[in-house]
């Protein structure tokens, strides 16, 4: 492989992102990387994970750090598509339908606690992730450019909550937990919000332009065909694995693609390696395959990111 090449001096906001989210989510620089590399490959991230460990804020010191517009939507039983999406109101001045856009019409959009609406709902963004544009009354408007959704779901296991249908998981690039934090980390934290929220001090580093500078700045990253070759050779290997009924859609295939050139853009390189491939498998991967007899296992979601690491170990590296 060739030697790392100097970036370009718009990258350095990528290193300006991260810096300034660290101010306030603490000992998290993994998971934050993780969450650009979704949004500068285009594609949308699932935070999985118990109340109260971040995600929220994680979604507004992102927000605040590209100056993009933000909102927040809380799924609860009685959600509505038009909830979500916007309507047409009758303007008797005019006499004529104007569409009121809804929350969903943001660069940032955190779809907060997805499974606890019903999944008629959570189709409502379909859509929108897919498309970057909604439909209403039979007519499609576009949304902003950014346009990045983080949602964030509860454990399954916990009261009110309902299963996101194999489309809807395949709509996501990234799927992500953001876990505890270390004695050390929240000692941290408590110290950092003795007088005052850190989140309300943030100052933008970067501007939507810039994200949109930075995502076409992704897709020229090299990707060599043995790479390529290596990654197909992984999705392939998900599709017949004894243990899986369904393997991984070409979605996925396009997304981890993505995801690899993200991620070797945010480490300075203008070329993906085999290891960016590897790194992302699990969380571009792991949920949106199926394991058999899933209803039977005790966490599917652990078995499917099980049976990745094995396909992962098994496929042999490129040289």
Same mark, same amino acid.
């Given at each position: 492989?060739?030697?790392?090449?100097?970036?370009?001096? =718009?990258?350095?906001?990528?290193?300006?992102?991260?810096?300034?989210?660290?101010?306030?989510?603490?000992?998290?620089?993994?998971?934050?990387?993780?969450?650009?590399?979704?949004?500068?490959?285009?594609?949308?991230?699932?935070?999985?994970?118990?109340?109260?460990?971040?995600?929220?804020?994680?979604?507004?010191?992102?927000?605040?750090?590209?100056?993009?517009?933000?909102?927040?939507?809380?799924?609860?039983?009685?959600?509505?598509?038009?909830?979500? =999406?916007?309507?047409?109101?009758?303007?008797?001045?005019?006499?004529?339908?104007?569409?009121?856009?809804?929350?969903?019409?943001?660069?940032?959009?955190?779809?907060?606690?997805?499974?606890?609406?019903?999944?008629?709902?959570?189709?409502?963004?379909?859509?929108?992730?897919?498309?970057?544009?909604?439909?209403?009354?039979? =007519?499609?408007?576009?949304?902003?450019?950014?346009?990045?959704?983080?949602?964030?779901?509860?454990?399954?296991?916990?009261?009110?909550?309902?299963?996101?249908?194999?489309?809807?998981?395949?709509?996501?690039?990234?799927?992500?937990?953001?876990?505890?934090?270390?004695?050390?980390?929240?000692?941290?934290?408590?110290?950092?919000?003795?007088?005052?929220?850190?989140?309300?001090?943030?100052?933008?580093?970067?501007?939507?332009?810039?994200?949109?500078?930075?995502?076409?700045?992704?897709r020229e990253i090299r990707v060599d065909d043995s790479v390529v070759h290596y990654l197909t050779t992984l999705i392939g290997a998900t599709r017949?694995?004894?243990?899986?009924?369904?393997?991984?859609?070409?979605?996925?295939?396009?997304?981890?693609?993505?995801?690899?050139?993200?991620?070797?853009?945010?480490?300075g390189r203008d070329y993906v390696l085999p290891d960016d491939v590897k790194a992302l498998a699990i969380p571009a991967l792991a949920h949106r395959?199926?394991?058999?007899?899933?209803?039977?296992?005790?966490?599917?979601?652990?078995?499917?990111?099980e049976v990745i690491r094995e396909i992962v170990a098994s496929v042999p590296v490129p040289l």
């Amino acid at each position: 492989m060739p030697e790392p090449q100097t970036r370009p001096a =718009t990258d350095a906001s990528v290193d300006r992102l991260i810096e300034n989210m660290e101010r306030v989510i603490l000992g998290k620089r993994e998971r934050i990387e993780l969450v650009l590399i979704g949004m500068l490959a285009g594609g949308h991230i699932l935070i999985e994970d118990i109340p109260g460990v971040g995600k929220s804020t994680l979604a507004r010191a992102l927000a605040r750090s590209v100056a993009g517009e933000f909102r927040r939507i809380q799924f609860t039983p009685d959600l509505l598509p038009s909830d979500i =999406t916007g309507i047409s109101v009758f303007d008797p001045t005019h006499r004529e339908f104007k569409f009121q856009p809804g929350p969903i019409f943001a660069n940032i959009v955190l779809a907060d606690e997805i499974n606890r609406t019903t999944p008629r709902t959570q189709s409502a963004l379909l859509e929108a992730m897919s498309e970057a544009e909604v439909t209403v009354d039979g =007519t499609t408007h576009a949304l902003p450019a950014p346009f990045f959704v983080i949602a964030t779901q509860n454990p399954l296991e916990y009261t009110g909550t309902y299963l996101l249908p194999e489309s809807q998981l395949d709509r996501f690039l990234l799927r992500m937990r953001l876990d505890y934090p270390t004695q050390d980390e929240e000692k941290q934290i408590l110290a950092s919000r003795r007088t005052h929220d850190p989140l309300r001090d943030l100052e933008p580093v970067s501007t939507p332009e810039d994200v949109r500078a930075l995502r076409a700045a992704v897709r020229e990253i090299r990707v060599d065909d043995s790479v390529v070759h290596y990654l197909t050779t992984l999705i392939g290997a998900t599709r017949t694995h004894e243990h899986l009924a369904t393997g991984a859609s070409p979605r996925a295939t396009l997304g981890l693609y993505r995801a690899a050139q993200a991620l070797a853009f945010v480490q300075g390189r203008d070329y993906v390696l085999p290891d960016d491939v590897k790194a992302l498998a699990i969380p571009a991967l792991a949920h949106r395959v199926l394991p058999r007899n899933a209803s039977m296992t005790p966490d599917p979601d652990d078995l499917a990111a099980e049976v990745i690491r094995e396909i992962v170990a098994s496929v042999p590296v490129p040289l």
